[in-house]
């Protein structure tokens, strides 16, 4: 299982401390950055792990940021990503079992290191219990396709008015701190 890294500057040494372990452990890591403290934004870290396991570069993913929340929902805006903010065991073990979250989130400024580190332990080993939950899953998949398909509408039109076609207009999607 190769495992995809991200987080912001508030996350950086935390990241770092999650990075040893996993190497430690022999895992196969892939590190998407920040790689220092120099202030920088949460979504685009969210964005190249997010896109690193839709495209099974890495099979799961761990993001940290100030509070795991920021960096979780651009994640989440992701399709085919499940995030989930852990800050206890247990909420780790569910969100596994239950919702087979492909992304683990946590904030730096909330758990100590200990703590996370028995977050990641645990979220790592646990499997998806599928069953009753596999219909749920797919249900979040389809909420995904109707949202797109009406997003995909909206934009349509937009573009349309604009005199542009999708393909024409680029979409700034990842910004430079300022
Ligand atoms: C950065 O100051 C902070 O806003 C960010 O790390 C995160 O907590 C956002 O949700």
């Not at 790592?124 to 398909?149: C, N, P, W, Y």
């Amino acid at each position: 299982m190769k495992i995809a890294i991200g987080c912001d500057h508030a996350g950086f040494q935390l990241k770092e401390i999650i990075k040893a372990k996993l190497i430690n452990e022999k895992f196969d890591v892939e590190d998407f950055g920040t790689f220092d403290e120099g202030s920088v934004d949460y979504p685009d870290y969210a964005f190249y792990v997010g896109k690193a396991i839709t495209t099974n570069q890495c099979q799961r993913g761990i993001l940290v940021c100030g509070t795991g929340i920021g960096i979780g929902i651009a994640a989440n805006k992701i399709p085919g990503i499940r995030a989930a903010l852990c800050h206890n065991v247990f909420s780790a073990q569910a969100s596994r079992e239950h919702n087979d979250a492909n992304i683990l989130t946590m904030g730096a400024r909330i758990i100590d290191e200990k703590l996370a580190l028995e977050i990641v332990e645990i979220w790592l080993k646990t499997e998806f219990a599928g069953g009753r939950h596999q219909s749920r899953i797919e249900k979040i998949r389809a909420i995904e396709d109707m949202m797109a398909v009406e997003r995909a509408e909206e934009l349509a039109e937009i573009y349309a008015e604009k005199g542009k076609t999708a393909k024409e207009k680029k979409i700034k999607t990842l910004t430079k701190s300022e």
